[in-house]
């Protein structure tokens, strides 16, 4: 599953590789949402970093990296907006307000949404 298309977005592109090897490609500035991407660059300075290292995510399967990848980019383009507390809401659409984010988790199983928080962990996402 080799994406070779790098995704929208000014300034340098990043591989991300899953377990089995397949590679996602995303913007940088997308990529350093994970701790363990900024970790891995030779570069300390993720403004000069024109040409980051590539990043083995070797506890993700590709399926759940892709996903990953796919809420990365739209982070960067439509950051979450901050879910305030006390809850205004009792349901999940009531307390997300964007839609991307509610289809996003609302489009996986929860197989995937387990995979995906547990990747979000190994990877230090934070956001």
């Not at 024109?50 to 990365?72: G, H, M, Q, T």
């Not at 901050?82 to 307000?97: A, M, Q, S, Y």
């Not at 988790?105 to 990747?119: C, E, I, N, R």
């Amino acid at each position: 599953m080799e994406e070779d298309n790098p995704t929208s977005g000014s300034g340098p592109s990043i591989k991300l590789i899953s377990r089995a090897g397949d590679s996602f490609e995303l913007p940088y500035a997308a990529a350093i949402l994970s701790q363990t991407v900024k970790d891995a660059q030779s570069c300390e300075d993720d403004e000069e970093n024109e040409n980051p290292d590539d990043v083995e995510i070797v506890k993700v399967e590709s399926r759940c990296l892709e996903k990953v990848v796919e809420f990365l980019v739209h982070h960067l383009e439509e950051p979450l907006a901050e879910i305030k507390t006390p809850l205004e809401d009792n349901t999940f659409d009531g307390v997300v307000k964007q839609q991307f984010y509610r289809d996003f988790v609302k489009g996986v199983d929860q197989p995937m949404l387990f995979d995906l928080v547990t990747a979000a962990n190994f990877m230090a996402i934070r956001e």
